[in-house]
């Protein structure tokens, strides 16, 4: 900075002028005032006296005195001054001059007068008068002199501190010369950062306001990191240490931390600390290198070098951490043991190489089909584990492992071979087969191999019952792909009653499947996994075409035009076409879209109700009608039922059973009916068993009545047996 544009120069300059004007005029002032004053007091006592000698003369001549000539003349001479020169006059009343010393003054003059009194009648008047020109002179002499003098002053005012400041930037300059340079040259990259705070303290803007050269080529010389927002060109650790220390930098406390500089691939210490107010500044020491080589001794420790998957080591630590989270989250699950069959063939066969390259490329198969947080590993060999966390249903590890072994199934081609792989797997939970990884591990180990005596190509389960579980579930899911071809799927028919008049005013459709092994399974033991397997799309069309053809035959024969309810899954309503499935299914039977009722149920609504919603209900121009199932299970807002013309509600059975003890249930069952009735919506209650049940549903005006107390769901034939004899 240069001094002498600066404000202190100024305010230097500005106040040597004022001391040294002051002095130029106060000086001269003051002496002209005093001698001014001094010179008045004089006039009035020379006047004084001159009265009194008068007053003598008068006294001894009262009537002639004007005429002493002689004796004025003397008492005039004596007022006289040698060193000073004053004219003395007496004038008569009217002015007329009686005696004057007459000397000549030099202009200016000042004077003083006083009257002559004679038994207190005023009878003239004395007047002493002074030339100024003196006094004047002498004033000037002396304002020359201050003003020599205040020249003199305003140079040593101005120079001598202006000396001192400017000797002061200078050492400034020279410090900052000195550590500019140092920080120039320093290894360590060095940048500042300036920060705005919010309302509430934190960080508002971050930006870098300065760099030295070391930091400008950790970005390789990247242009335009000045000025550029610090937690951006930082990264994330950046940004949490520094937010989270603020108050302690704001003490003038250093932090220290390490961090991966986003864009560079370098590891830095770098040491923050705030310098001033609203700036921080970061040393960034390059510690690359050493982090590289302990990441190497790590990997080395806890991965394994041919696959890079974690290896034994690791594992275990991965494995006992997922356990204190399945504790904490009081979640299951499970250990996969996953050993090649025949792998020792291969290695035997074509070499260890060819080995090494099918394990590289299994690892990497196998992990495809895992989520991030679960773990797979090589324990050595052609041994694999997997933990999988956050285990929801069993039904989930057996798809897993099923995933797993299908994953390996494609043929690899190492080499130029096509080798043909498969896996053994074995399955441990927690905590029924065990609650240490040793353990768990143990057991999947023991588990895989009753897969490999079972015949490779397989998954087993520690515990018997869980095998027997999975043995039924994937018997299950391979009997389901085929049931429908093989006709095992049947419908009955549960009918609906209208609660006045007894009638039947509906049938709801639901459908058996009829196993050859297992017998007759109720369809909340194969829905599921129809849904899970997409079969439920063929599936559901079958129940609509059996549905639709069973009723245009049965209005063909006469019988009563009562409603058919489908139940839809919402993996139906989220196929693309489904109001077109059902169209086409209508005119290929020929069936009355009147008669034909389609039930969703709540939950299905709201998760599709921006989606495919709209078109299926589009499908009442038709006349097709619309039921909500299991009312009031699942979802907690109402909103859409004002939104949506829908045409029943199913109270759900759990509302039902205990109606007629429950106070709850009723008020619930009574409010559910009650906001029906006023938006127009006809209701059915479901899972009536008893007359008690019944009268409760009556009483409240409920519209139509579902359950056993009336009667179970029925075969073809006999609820067309039914339907004739209403005819009769
Ligand atoms: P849902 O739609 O709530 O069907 C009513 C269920 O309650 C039926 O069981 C029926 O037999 C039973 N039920 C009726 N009255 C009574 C009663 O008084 N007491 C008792 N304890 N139960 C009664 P089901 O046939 O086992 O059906 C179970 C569920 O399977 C159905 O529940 C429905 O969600 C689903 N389902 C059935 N058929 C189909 C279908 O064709 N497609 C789809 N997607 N789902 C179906
Ligand atoms: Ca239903
Ligand atoms: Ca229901």
Same mark, same amino acid.
């Given at each position: 900075?240069?001094?002498?544009?600066?404000?202190?120069?100024?305010?230097?300059?500005?106040?040597?002028?004022?001391?040294?004007?002051?002095?130029?005029?106060?000086?001269?002032?003051?002496? @002209?005032?005093?001698?001014?004053?001094?010179?008045?007091?004089?006039?009035?006592?020379?006047?004084?006296?001159?009265?009194?000698?008068?007053?003598?003369?008068?006294?001894?001549?009262?009537?002639?005195?004007?005429?002493?000539?002689?004796?004025?003349?003397?008492?005039?001479?004596?007022?006289?001054?040698?060193?000073?020169?004053?004219?003395?006059?007496?004038?008569?009343?009217?002015?007329?001059?009686?005696?004057?010393?007459?000397?000549?003054?030099?202009?200016?003059?000042?004077?003083?007068?006083?009257?002559?009194?004679?038994?207190?009648?005023?009878?003239?008047?004395?007047?002493?008068?002074?030339?100024?020109?003196?006094?004047?002179?002498?004033?000037?002499?002396?304002?020359?002199?201050?003003?020599?003098?205040?020249?003199?002053?305003?140079?040593?005012?101005?120079?001598?501190?202006?000396?001192?400041?400017?000797?002061?930037?200078?050492?400034?300059?020279?410090?900052?010369?000195?550590?500019?340079?140092?920080?120039?040259?320093?290894?360590?990259?060095?940048?500042?950062?300036?920060?705005?705070?919010?309302?509430?303290?934190?960080?508002?803007?971050?930006?870098?306001?300065?760099?030295?050269?070391?930091?400008?080529?950790?970005?390789?010389?990247?242009?335009?990191?000045?000025?550029?927002?610090?937690?951006?060109?930082?990264?994330?650790?950046?940004?949490?240490?520094?937010?989270?220390?603020?108050?302690?930098?704001?003490?003038?406390?250093?932090?220290?931390?390490?961090?991966?500089?986003?864009?560079?691939?370098?590891?830095?210490?770098?040491?923050?600390?705030?310098?001033?107010?609203?700036?921080?500044?970061?040393?960034?020491?390059?510690?690359?290198?050493?982090?590289?080589?302990?990441?190497?001794?790590?990997?080395?420790?806890?991965?394994?070098?041919?696959?890079?998957?974690?290896?034994?080591?690791?594992?275990?630590?991965?494995?006992?951490?997922?356990?204190?989270?399945?504790?904490?989250?009081?979640?299951?699950?499970?250990?996969?043991?996953?050993?090649?069959?025949?792998?020792?063939?291969?290695?035997?066969?074509?070499?260890?190489?060819?080995?090494?390259?099918?394990?590289?490329?299994?690892?990497?198969?196998?992990?495809?089909?895992?989520?991030?947080?679960?773990?797979?590993?090589?324990?050595?060999?052609?041994?694999?584990?997997?933990?999988?966390?956050?285990?929801?249903?069993?039904?989930?590890?057996?798809?897993?492992?099923?995933?797993?072994?299908?994953?390996?199934?494609?043929?690899?081609?190492?080499?130029?071979?096509?080798?043909?792989?498969?896996?053994?797997?074995?399955?441990?939970?927690?905590?029924?087969?065990?609650?240490?990884?040793?353990?768990?591990?143990?057991?999947?180990?023991?588990?895989?191999?009753?897969?490999?005596?079972?015949?490779?190509?397989?998954?087993? @389960?520690?515990?018997?019952?869980?095998?027997?579980?999975?043995?039924?579930?994937?018997?299950?899911?391979?009997?389901?792909?085929?049931?429908?071809?093989?006709?095992?799927?049947?419908?009955?028919?549960?009918?609906?009653?209208?609660?006045?008049?007894?009638?039947?005013?509906?049938?709801?459709?639901?459908?058996?499947?009829?196993?050859?092994?297992?017998?007759?399974?109720?369809?909340?033991?194969?829905?599921?996994?129809?849904?899970?397997?997409?079969?439920?799309?063929?599936?559901?069309?079958?129940?609509?075409? +059996?549905?639709?053809? +069973?009723?245009?035959?049965?209005?063909?024969?006469?019988?009563?035009?009562?409603?058919?309810?489908?139940?839809?899954?919402?993996?139906?309503?989220?196929?693309?076409?489904?109001?077109?499935?059902?169209?086409?299914?209508?005119?290929?039977?020929?069936?009355?879209?009147?008669?034909?009722?389609?039930?969703?149920?709540?939950?299905?609504?709201?998760?599709?109700?921006?989606?495919?919603?709209?078109?299926?209900?589009?499908?009442?121009?038709?006349?097709?009608?619309?039921?909500?199932?299991?009312?009031?299970?699942?979802?907690?807002?109402?909103?859409?039922?004002?939104?949506?013309?829908?045409?029943?509600?199913?109270?759900?059975?759990?509302?039902?059973?205990?109606?007629? +003890?429950?106070?709850?249930?009723?008020?619930?069952?009574?409010?559910?009916?009650?906001?029906?009735?006023?938006?127009?919506?006809?209701?059915?209650?479901?899972?009536?068993?008893?007359?008690?049940?019944?009268?409760?549903?009556?009483?409240?005006?409920?519209?139509?009545?579902?359950?056993?107390?009336?009667?179970?769901?029925?075969?073809?034939?006999?609820?067309?047996?039914?339907?004739?004899?209403?005819?009769?």
């Amino acid at each position: 900075m240069n001094p002498a544009n600066s404000p202190i120069e100024k305010l230097i300059l500005i106040l040597a002028w004022g001391l040294s004007s002051l002095i130029a005029v106060v000086v001269p002032a003051a002496f @002209f005032f005093v001698s001014h004053q001094s010179l008045k007091s004089s006039l009035i006592s020379q006047t004084e006296l001159t009265v009194s000698a008068v007053n003598g003369i008068i006294l001894s001549n009262p009537k002639m005195w004007r005429f002493e000539e002689v004796r004025l003349s003397e008492l005039l001479e004596r007022r006289a001054m040698d060193e000073v020169q004053q004219v003395v006059q007496i004038t008569g009343l009217s002015g007329e001059l009686i005696a004057t010393n007459s000397i000549h003054l030099s202009p200016p003059v000042t004077e003083y007068a006083r009257e002559i009194h004679d038994a207190g009648a005023v009878i003239g008047r004395v007047t002493v008068a002074r030339s100024l020109r003196p006094l004047l002179q002498r004033t000037a002499i002396i304002t020359a002199g201050s003003i020599i003098c205040s020249a003199l002053m305003f140079f040593f005012f101005r120079a001598l501190p202006l000396r001192v400041v400017k000797k002061a930037f200078q050492t400034l300059r020279e410090s900052e010369k000195k550590y500019r340079s140092l920080y120039e040259a320093m290894n360590e990259g060095m940048a500042l950062h300036h920060i705005v705070l919010d309302d509430r303290g934190s960080i508002a803007t971050i930006t870098v306001v300065d760099i030295n050269p070391s930091f400008k080529s950790m970005f390789h010389e990247r242009l335009g990191i000045v000025g550029s927002n610090s937690f951006e060109l930082f990264g994330e650790t950046f940004r949490e240490y520094v937010s989270e220390h603020l108050l302690i930098l704001g003490m003038g406390e250093t932090i220290s931390f390490e961090l991966e500089l986003p864009g560079t691939g370098n590891f830095y210490n770098v040491q923050a600390f705030s310098p001033d107010q609203g700036l921080i500044a970061t040393l960034l020491e390059d510690v690359t290198e050493s982090r590289k080589s302990e990441q190497q001794i790590q990997k080395m420790a806890y991965f394994d070098t041919l696959t890079g998957l974690p290896n034994r080591a690791l594992f275990l630590d991965r494995i006992n951490q997922a356990l204190a989270l399945a504790d904490r989250d009081e979640a299951g699950l499970a250990v996969l043991f996953i050993d090649l069959d025949r792998f020792k063939n291969i290695n035997d066969t074509l070499g260890h190489s060819v080995g090494d390259l099918l394990l590289i490329e299994v690892a990497q198969r196998l992990g495809q089909h895992l989520r991030i947080s679960d773990t797979l590993a090589r324990l050595g060999g052609d041994e694999f584990v997997v933990v999988i966390t956050k285990l929801g249903e069993q039904m989930n590890v057996t798809s897993i492992a099923q995933k797993l072994i299908d994953s390996i199934q494609t043929p690899f081609d190492i080499k130029g071979n096509e080798l043909h792989v498969s896996a053994s797997i074995g399955i441990a939970l927690y905590p029924e087969d065990g609650v240490t990884a040793e353990n768990l591990i143990k057991h999947a180990d023991m588990a895989m191999y009753s897969s490999k005596e079972s015949g490779r190509n397989a998954y087993s @389960f520690f515990s018997p019952a869980m095998n027997q579980k999975a043995i039924m579930r994937m018997e299950k899911e391979t009997g389901l792909r085929h049931a429908l071809e093989r006709g095992e799927f049947f419908i009955e028919l549960q009918p609906i009653i209208c609660a006045v008049t007894g009638t039947v005013a509906a049938a709801e459709a639901l459908v058996r499947w009829q196993h050859p092994v297992h017998g007759r399974i109720p369809p909340n033991d194969f829905i599921f996994l129809a849904e899970e397997t997409g079969l439920i799309l063929p599936l559901g069309e079958w129940v609509l075409r +059996t549905v639709c053809s +069973t009723m245009k035959t049965w209005s063909d024969a006469g019988l009563p035009l009562i409603r058919f309810c489908v139940n839809v899954s919402s993996r139906q309503i989220e196929q693309q076409n489904f109001p077109e499935v059902v169209r086409s299914v209508l005119l290929e039977t020929g069936a009355n879209a009147a008669q034909l009722e389609i039930e969703l149920t709540e939950s299905c609504l709201v998760t599709n109700f921006d989606g495919s919603i709209p078109d299926i209900f589009g499908m009442r121009d038709w006349g097709v009608t619309i039921a909500i199932d299991d009312f009031g299970t699942g979802y907690s807002s109402l909103g859409y039922i004002k939104t949506l013309p829908i045409d029943h509600i199913k109270i759900d059975k759990s509302f039902v059973d205990e109606i007629s +003890t429950n106070f709850q249930d009723q008020a619930i069952v009574e409010a559910i009916i009650a906001m029906s009735q006023k938006l127009g919506i006809r209701n059915i209650a479901e899972g009536v068993e008893t007359r008690e049940q019944l009268e409760f549903l009556q009483k409240q005006g409920c519209g139509e009545i579902q359950g056993y107390y009336f009667h179970r769901p029925l075969s073809l034939e006999a609820f067309e047996t039914l339907l004739r004899e209403q005819v009769e």
